[in-house]
């Protein structure tokens, strides 16, 4: 007698595709695993916020097994097993579930290409329609734009979600063409970038903005041109933020044999990423070495302050806002304080910036405190310290 098959449930749907979704690294650097909650093996996210705090985010797709054959990608050309796919109505009630229990706050919402882009766009952007029209969801939405998606779904996709992204996976056509040759650059990518950049200038979506993840070592790029890449899309459409997930082989793949990108350069990326966001360095100022790469042994600032003994040291109770954001062991938040301490009085010992949150060891030894080199007082304030 045949056995009957049953149909796998939506909870073990939903887990499936939820653990297909943690191979996209976009929110974190590293290779930290995202949090497993209660016993149902879902998998939550912990998405940082601009406050720096955490909040538990369901990152889910809503189909596995992806039609196209992108070489590092897990999902390529139908997956490693039986696709898994979520109808709108299943996956929006799914979330609300978790939602109203309090498990997630928001939901990441990205799909691998099942009967092409468009119909695979409709069903996301059908869920993310459950939620915000029939429901009346208001919280944190993100949708991935999927590559091939028309100008009118990336419209709709405006229309709903809090935050957008499109996956730019490498810094040049050129360099797209070796990792996901199905995939044209200017028009899927930097297409929709340009259609919800001029939709933010004219004010027509001003939530919180796109962003975009490169994929770190799988085309040979270097991070010369990765970080140019980033440099341009801040600088012409300006995206919130630009990810990036070191590449590291799997079972499967096209990239199977190829050798992990430390995790050290997916870190160093993301320091430089900061450099060019907010303090002000420009892409030709960074410390690549001739093959364009980062030292993976040191702070990228560390490592232009070295080659820059010109310009240090600073004297705290003058140097503008831009100077002091120079100084390794200074950034934006401490900056400000020192410029507010100015205010009421000279700064004039090491204490002082330790009270202000700057990373004093290693700030010292480019600061003057008064007309004196701030590195003197290292010592005697250890000593005091220690008392």
């Known amino acids: ?193 340009r259609q919800i950049a001029a939709a933010e200038a004219a004010g027509r979506f001003a939530r919180s903005g796109q962003t975009t993840q490169l994929v770190v070592g799988a085309a040979g790029e270097s991070d010369r041109e990765i970080a140019g890449a980033a440099a341009r899309l801040y600088g012409d459409l300006g995206l919130a933020r630009v990810y990036y997930s070191a590449f590291q082989p799997v079972a499967g793949t096209a990239l199977a044999d190829r050798p992990p990108v430390p995790f050290a350069r997916e870190h160093r990326l993301y320091q430089v990423d900061f450099l060019l966001r907010r303090y002000g360095f420009a892409v030709d100022e960074l410390p690549f070495d001739r093959d364009g790469l980062l030292p993976l042994d040191a702070d990228p600032k560390a490592a232009w302050a070295r080659l820059h003994p010109e310009r240090f040291p600073v004297e705290i109770n003058t140097a503008p806002e831009a100077e002091l954001l120079r100084v390794p062991g200074i950034g934006p938040a401490s900056a400000a304080r020192i410029l507010d301490a100015r205010r009421a009085g000279r700064l004039r010992d090491v204490a002082a910036l330790a009270a202000l949150g700057v990373s004093h060891r290693v700030a010292a030894p480019h600061l003057l405190l008064d007309g004196r080199p701030a590195a003197r007082q290292l010592d005697l304030f250890a000593a005091a310290a220690a008392r």
């Open 1 to 193: 007698m045949a056995l009957l098959r049953v149909a796998p449930s939506v909870e073990d749907r939903l887990a499936s595709l939820a653990q297909a979704a943690r191979h996209d690294l976009s929110c974190a650097c590293g290779p930290a695993e995202p949090r497993r909650r209660g016993g149902d093996g879902l998998w939550i996210y912990p998405a940082a916020l601009p406050s720096g705090r955490t909040a538990p985010m369901l990152k889910v797709l809503q189909a596995s097994g992806c039609e196209r054959g992108c070489l590092y990608c897990v999902e390529r050309l139908g997956g490693r097993g039986p696709p898994v796919t979520l109808a709108p109505e299943e996956l929006a009630r799914a979330f609300l579930d978790l939602h109203r229990a309090g498990r997630v706050f928001g939901l990441f919402l990205s799909s691998a290409i099942r009967g092409g882009p468009v119909a695979t766009m409709d069903r996301m952007l059908a869920t993310a329609g459950i939620l915000r029209e029939r429901h009346r969801f208001r919280g944190y939405l993100h949708l991935k734009i999927i590559p091939g998606a028309r100008p009118d779904q990336v419209d709709r996709a405006m229309a709903l979600a809090t935050r957008l992204s499109v996956n730019a996976e490498a810094p040049s056509a050129e360099h797209l063409r070796r990792i996901a040759p199905g995939k044209a650059f200017d028009a899927q990518i930097l297409g929709p970038m």
